[in-house]
């Protein structure tokens, strides 16, 4: 079997065996991921109806999309074998977990929450799981449960899914029968039909093993095992459980199904209420200081694969995260995550193998930047802030508004521009930061004024030509650059008009909206003013107006064109007194020629009583052939243009306002793969800030614990 | 006499979930009191505070009917049996309940 190819998997290792057949660690050679490859035996008791019904049900069982539910990618038939393909997870079952004496009670109720998300999700969608138990449960090394196997019990029966086929370290022995028939409600003994609420007793028998490390109901025999389900009390869990634990295990093991909870919601609502009171029992001084990690279990999640394609999307109320595969053109929606704060800067690093999203959250509570290694599931969530000011500037921070990364060479080099406008670096991925002193004391700084979003330093460039040169824009500061890593810096504004002010071209004190660097040609940056549209040729040491006939030369963002130095986009708006778009048509302006003509593109887009506005940060493109151009509208919508501009649709509407959009390629590549995906893939992984990479790197998928 | 903290809805993520915690002990101002409150639960201190020490622009602290900013700030001194509210401004749209679910 090995080296074989059942569909479009490749089978590459043996990982475990079944009464009823074997399981294989394969490789899918066109989606380019490693999965799990589950065959049947030939010789297994299934005929011809039981294959197909066996089939149907893996088929609805694959539209199950959770993240405590382990996916069923495929399933079919060759030479007579039926085989399912299934998401890869690596873990531990909570039957080896368990072991002989439980778990504490604070993981039994944090799994428990999560396998009930898990069975309320596949209950909502119809399908029941029938043969929940703790072998068909894993655990991943980040805490996260996997439940395996859902609806597939009915028609091939428990054997074939035993531990080794789901997890790495369960050689347990459960090829008898009691396997399943210990976790049975007392109704399917009776002969009825199972439902949502069979499930649900299994899930107390669950809980109940892995507070104990022994099971419910137990015998010798089937009968007798038989008998003490349907008929023997309950035997007490006893003191180390909590009370509130120990009554959620009795109400789900109550025989009668009317009597127990009649749905998968109500038991993890009464598990989240316990679990609070666990934690505050828990030992806080220990834990003080280090970044601590939110789990988020409620909100659906974009399941992204290698070879997507991401839109981050932050708004005033909180952060999105759209994937699309090659093709882009339907968006599946993550989040919101962090509800109610605003998110004004995202970012997506995927240098050094790491898949890590970057996310800024402003509330009243303060600013903090926050990451997640597994697109979006969990977030970092630091107790102290890791940017601050420090006492002797007085000020404190208030918002982030950019994260740009540094290079390639240092991956754990990032930036964040802040407000009160301020650069910070650091150098150990975010562990710690540093006011970047070069700029915060420079002199004309206590000369900056406020412009109407704070006094922001909203935009970072790096030079990719030279690693000790960067751009910062503020707003109202002008445009500096430095040329020794940061630590003297000059204003660069020759030729930018400051109308607010009564010398038109003074050294510095512009209030720019937003400069954009084109990767290949350093030297040229554009730059969108608080009035008036420049660009340099000469790494911003003189600016000329580029501003030919467009409609409006106020506005908020302005990109270049991921490949093509003369293309920049800008979306004009009417005035400083109506920001919005000029005679409430939605345009978007591209310059083919480096600003000495500008095109309207229109096709797609809304052309009479729109009355959108895009902020600084949301308009982005990403580096496909031919390159896409996505903007969000502080009205929440969201359009995208697969063909450079030409033509738009509306990706999705009735988000908060949209104030940062970001695209980002998650690299699918692997070693001697082939890319096969349309259109053809990027020429590079992200574009951020401006900055696009053409590095191409074997990604490694690390996690952060 | 122990003083009992009353935390908002936004805040409870850093408290495990509680509402109302108790310090054991009877400090002598408010900052003394908030001292102790961050040894146990440090979370807070930086959702309440900058990071020069002054209460967010937007969040209120009351020792009983008394928001502080008229009393003396963090140096208000702290009577016997205190409760200490944490109230986020209502215009910041935020734990709007719990202002009045408190108690």
Redesign the interface.
């Known amino acids: 079997m090995i080296g074989q190819v059942l569909g479009h998997c490749r089978v590459v290792a043996k990982i475990g065996e079944g009464g009823m057949g074997v399981v294989y660690r394969a490789y899918d050679e066109v989606l380019h991921r490693d999965v799990a490859l589950k065959v049947v035996n030939k010789d297994a008791r299934l005929d011809a109806s039981s294959s197909q019904n066996l089939l149907h049900e893996a088929r609805a069982s694959s539209s199950l999309a959770h993240p405590n539910i382990c996916t069923i990618y495929e399933v079919g038939e060759t030479d007579g074998e039926l085989y399912i393909v299934m998401e890869l997870v690596e873990g531990k079952s909570l039957r080896t977990l368990r072991g002989d004496l439980g778990l504490v009670s604070e993981s039994v109720v944090r799994y428990g929450v999560q396998i009930a998300a898990a069975l309320g999700r596949a209950h909502d969608r119809g399908i029941v799981h029938r043969d929940l138990k703790t072998a068909n449960i894993v655990v991943t090394n980040d805490g996260l449960v996997k439940v395996l196997d859902f609806g597939l019990a009915k028609h091939v029966g428990s054997e074939i899914f035993e531990g080794p086929t789901q997890s790495f370290a369960t050689p347990q022995n459960t090829s008898s029968v009691s396997g399943t028939l210990t976790y049975m409600a007392p109704e399917i003994l009776r002969g009825e039909p199972a439902d949502y609420r069979s499930d649900l007793w299994s899930l107390g028998v669950v809980l109940y093993e892995a507070a104990s490390g022994r099971l419910p109901f137990e015998g010798r025999t089937a009968f007798e095992i038989s008998s003490a389900i349907m008929l023997e009390p309950l035997k007490p869990l006893g003191s180390p459980v909590p009370l509130g634990l120990w009554a959620i295990v009795q109400r789900c093991l109550t025989k009668e199904p009317a009597q127990r909870y009649q749905r998968a919601s109500e038991v993890q609502a009464a598990l989240e209420a316990i679990q609070s009171a666990l934690i505050v029992s828990r030992d806080f001084p220990a834990e003080r200081g280090g970044p601590k990690t939110t789990i988020l279990h409620s909100l659906r999640h974009a399941q992204v694969r290698k070879g997507d394609s991401l839109l981050l999307v932050g708004t005033t109320k909180g952060a999105f995260i759209l994937r699309c595969n090659a093709q882009r053109r339907n968006w599946e929606v993550g989040g919101p995550y962090f509800h109610g704060h605003a998110v004004y800067a995202m970012a997506y690093d995927d240098r050094a193998g790491q898949h890590r999203i970057w996310a800024s959250t402003q509330s009243i509570w303060g600013t903090l930047l926050r990451s997640s290694d597994d697109f979006g599931k969990s977030w970092t969530n630091p107790q102290d802030a890791t940017i601050r000011f420090p006492a002797d500037t007085g000020v404190s921070l208030k918002n982030i508004w950019q994260i740009a990364l540094g290079s390639d060479e240092k991956p754990n080099v990032l930036y964040c521009g802040v407000e009160p406008a301020a650069l910070f670096e650091t150098r150990d991925a975010g562990e710690t930061w540093a006011l970047v002193r070069g700029l915060f004391d420079h002199p004309h700084r206590p000369r900056w004024m406020p412009g109407n979003g704070g006094l922001a330093l909203h935009t970072i460039v790096l030079d990719p030509g030279n690693k000790h040169r960067m751009y910062v824009a503020i707003s109202s500061g002008g445009v500096y650059r430095t040329e020794d890593g940061g630590a003297t810096w000059t204003s660069q504004n020759r030729g930018i008009r400051a109308e607010f002010m009564p010398n038109k071209y003074p050294e510095f004190g512009q209030c720019v909206h937003k400069i954009a660097m084109h990767p290949a040609r350093p030297e040229r940056l554009f730059l969108q003013n608080h009035w008036g549209l420049y660009r340099s040729d000469d790494h911003a040491d003189n600016w000329i107006d580029i501003a030919n006939a467009l409609p409006s030369d106020f506005g908020f963002p302005i990109v270049v064109h991921p490949r093509k130095p003369d293309y920049a986009y800008v979306i004009p708006v009417d005035s400083d007194q109506f920001r919005c778009s000029c005679d409430g048509r939605l345009r978007v302006y591209r310059t083919r020629n480096a600003g000495a003509s500008w095109e309207p593109l229109t096709c797609g887009l809304p052309q009479k009583g729109a009355y959108e506005t895009v902020l600084r940060d949301s308009l982005t493109t990403d580096s496909f052939e031919p390159a896409g151009i996505y903007f969000g509208t502080r009205s929440g919508q969201l359009f995208a243009s697969r063909d450079e501009g030409k033509t738009w649709q509306k990706i999705i509407e009735g988000l908060p306002s949209i104030v940062c959009l970001r695209t980002a390629f998650v690299s699918g590549a692997s070693p001697g793969s082939k890319p096969t995906l349309p259109p053809a893939p990027p020429a590079s992984s992200r574009t951020n800030s401006g900055v696009t990479r053409k590095s191409r790197r074997t990604k490694t998928r690390t996690r952060k614990s | 006499m122990p003083v009992i903290f009353h935390i908002p809805g ?9 509402k109302q915690l108790v310090i054991e002990r009877t400090p002598s101002t408010l900052a003394d009191a908030l001292h102790a409150l961050w ?5 807070l ?4 505070l ?3 020490g ?1 209460v ?4 209120n602290i009351f020792i009983g009917d008394e928001n502080v900013r008229y009393t003396g700030g963090l140096m208000t001194p702290i009577p016997s049996a205190a409760e200490i509210s944490i109230v ?2 209502i215009s ?3 734990g709007v309940s719990d202002v009045t679910g408190f108690h």
């Open positions: 936004g805040l409870r993520e850093y408290t495990g979930g509680q040894a146990i639960y440090p979370g201190r930086d959702r309440i900058t990071e020069q002054q967010r622009e937007h969040i986020p401004a910041g749209g935020t």
